[in-house]
């Protein structure tokens, strides 16, 4: 006799899932989820070795809020979202995602603080979080992202200073904070160019060079 055994994810991931899914209106979604079916065929959804590793569901027509059960994929790398309509804030939990590489909520309508709590992603390389209302100051804990290459929160309504720490986050090769009312834009600049050799300067006011990209409203744009 032969029995064939399908991935299970566990309990608490499945149903951080099924959270997700309802609190997003997920039958309204461009390509929904079967949830009777096994989490494996879900849409969007990565599983290896019985555990979620990915969701990526970009496009999809997400609207709501997210919970805080998100909190639970504690295996997941990529986190993907990009242009839907999630709006509320962004869940505290997301800080438990202890193996995340990437952070993508481009394009939503997400609103609030961005949470403290992210700068405890150890493993986060890439942070997508352009195009939402997010307001307040940046969290300081952002400095602890050592492994951070992309950094994007264009156009938004965040204020206040950037961590100059930040500025000195060795791996960074895309820096885009324009389109928001930071105090200290040409500071930050100055320092986070002395640490990338050899950038050029171009009429759009990005720099490219060396996989570099640096994207910098400064008070003197129109002089």
Same mark, same amino acid.
């Given at each position: 006799?032969?029995?064939? /055994?399908?991935?299970? %994810?566990?309990?608490?991931?499945?149903?951080?899932?099924?959270?997700?899914?309802? $609190? =997003?209106?997920?039958?309204?979604?461009?390509?929904?989820?079967? &949830?009777?079916?096994? #989490?494996?065929?879900?849409?969007? #959804?990565?599983?290896?070795?019985?555990? #979620?590793?990915?969701?990526?569901?970009?496009?999809?027509? &997400?609207?709501?809020?997210?919970?805080?059960?998100?909190?639970?994929?504690?295996?997941?790398?990529?986190?993907?979202?990009? @242009?839907?309509?999630?709006?509320?804030?962004?869940?505290?939990?997301?800080?438990?995602?202890?193996?995340?590489?990437?952070?993508?909520?481009?394009?939503?309508?997400?609103?609030?603080? &961005?949470?403290?709590?992210?700068?405890?992603?150890?493993? /986060?390389?890439? /942070?997508?979080?352009?195009?939402?209302?997010?307001?307040? =100051?940046?969290?300081?804990?952002?400095?602890?992202?050592?492994?951070?290459?992309?950094?994007? %929160?264009?156009?938004?309504?965040?204020?206040?200073?950037?961590?100059?720490?930040?500025?000195?986050?060795?791996?960074?090769?895309?820096?885009?904070?324009?389109?928001?009312? @930071?105090?200290?834009?040409?500071?930050? $600049? #100055?320092?986070?160019?002395?640490?990338?050799?050899?950038?050029?300067?171009?009429? =759009?006011?990005? %720099?490219?060079?060396?996989?570099?990209? &640096?994207?910098?409203? =400064?008070?003197?744009?129109?002089?």
């Amino acid at each position: 006799m032969t029995v064939v /055994l399908s991935a299970q %994810v566990a309990p608490a991931e499945k149903q951080a899932l099924l959270d997700f899914y309802h $609190s =997003t209106h997920g039958d309204q979604w461009n390509q929904s989820w079967d &949830i009777t079916m096994p #989490v494996t065929d879900w849409q969007g #959804v990565t599983v290896e070795n019985n555990t #979620v590793t990915g969701l990526s569901l970009l496009f999809n027509n &997400i609207s709501g809020t997210l919970p805080e059960s998100l909190g639970n994929l504690k295996n997941l790398r990529i986190l993907e979202l990009s @242009f839907n309509r999630i709006s509320g804030e962004l869940p505290a939990s997301l800080g438990n995602l202890d193996h995340l590489e990437m952070l993508a909520f481009n394009g939503n309508e997400l609103s609030g603080n &961005i949470p403290e709590t992210l700068g405890k992603l150890k493993d /986060l390389k890439q /942070l997508h979080l352009s195009s939402n209302y997010l307001t307040g =100051t940046l969290p300081g804990s952002l400095k602890y992202l050592k492994n951070l290459e992309v950094f994007n %929160v264009f156009d938004n309504k965040l204020s206040g200073e950037l961590p100059s720490e930040m500025s000195q986050l060795t791996n960074l090769k895309e820096v885009m904070i324009a389109e928001n009312n @930071f105090s200290n834009t040409e500071h930050f $600049s #100055v320092i986070l160019m002395s640490n990338t050799a050899k950038l050029d300067f171009n009429d =759009t006011g990005i %720099v490219p060079a060396a996989k570099s990209v &640096i994207a910098i409203e =400064t008070s003197d744009d129109n002089e």
